[in-house]
Nanobody, 127 residues
Framework: VQLQASGGGLVQAGGSLRLSCAASGRTFSRYTVGWFRQAPGREREFVAV????????AIADSVKGRFTISRDNTKNTVYLQMNSLKPEDTAAYYC?????????????????????WGQGTLVTVSS
């Protein structure tokens, strides 16, 4: 699976962006997909995850109530809708996929579970 993240850009605080993670291959529905982010000088951190069917999601406490994750398996795409953006949301955002038969959903923040990673898309929130 190859992943392509897009949708980043410059936005003012309080604004919104929608990130997309497009996947190649016909077996995209077999993958749990997560979003992570990495701010300058900081470690990469978990943001959100969605199960292979889209029936289960989890959101990091730092963005809960502002970000939502969804997927459209017919389009091989996962979305991250980001509302009420804050300057501290500034980071490179990465999507990642883990094959469902080997993925422990209860441990969704653990990055080695994800087999494939996209290249990242930069989000900059100005104050």
């Amino acid at each position: 699976v190859q992943l392509q993240a897009s949708g980043g850009g410059l936005v003012q605080a309080g604004g919104s962006l929608r990130l997309s993670c497009a996947a190649s291959g016909r077996t995209f529905s077999r993958y749990t997909v997560g979003w992570f982010r990495q701010a300058p000088g900081r470690e990469r951190e978990f943001v959100a995850v969605i199960s292979w069917s889209g029936g289960t999601t989890a959101i990091a406490d730092s963005v809960k109530g502002r970000f939502t994750i969804s997927r459209d398996n017919t389009k091989n795409t996962v979305y991250l809708q980001m509302n009420s953006l804050k300057p501290e949301d500034t980071a490179a955002y990465y999507c990642a996929a883990g094959e469902r038969s080997r993925f422990y959903y209860s441990d969704y923040e653990r990055q080695p579970q994800y087999d494939y990673w996209g290249q990242g898309t930069l989000v900059t929130v100005s104050s």
